[in-house]
Each structure stands twice: as structure tokens, then as C-alpha cells.
């Protein structure tokens, strides 16, 4: 006998719950990037994600932010099928600068 399908949460406390890992991975000086595709900047349930999901990045160690220069810029994309191949260069060329320490 299968298992029934697990329930979808309407809330944000999924998002929250789902999100507990990444945080926790930040504490240790890790670069997580984060990548949205099409969400709207317009919707709210689509804000409230994109929201979430740049919380949750890291921040630049090379980028500054183009609307605040005196802050980096956060490891977050939000992507379309059209930018989503540039996105991922821009992500990669973050990766490239990066140096293991130990």
C-alpha cells in the first residue's frame, strides 16, 4: 500500500521550515546562492518569496550592489528562461573566486 501524497502547507512557515538549512549553512561561512525563476516583483505571494529567498543568500565577496554601492551585492538571481544561461555564468564567476583554506 503507497503512502499518501504529503500534504502542501499554504503558509509560510514551510518556506520557513524548508529555508532552517540554509541559514544554518551560512553560520559556517558558506556562499550559497539562491535562484528564483519567474517569480513576479508584482504578486504578492511572489514577493513574499523572492523576499524569503534573498534573505537566505550570501553576500557577494566581489559584487557591490548597483542600487546601494557601499553594500555587496547578494548572491540572489531572479531568472526568466531568457536570462537564466547568463545567471548561471554570473553564479559560476562568483564560484571561480573562491579559494579553499585549510
Known sequence: MRAPPPTIRSDWT???????PVTSFRRVSASPPSIALDLSTT????????????????????????TDPTKPAKLFWNATGATLSDNFK????????LRIVG
Do not use: Q, V, Y
Open 14 to 20: 514551510a518556506l520557513t521550515e524548508a529555508l532552517h
Open 43 to 66: 504578486d504578492a505571494g511572489d514577493k513574499k518569496a523572492l523576499d524569503a529567498l534573498k534573505a537566505c543568500s550570501s553576500d557577494s565577496r566581489f559584487r557591490m550592489d548597483p
Open 90 to 97: 554570473e553564479i559560476a564567476n562568483e564560484l571561480s573566486n
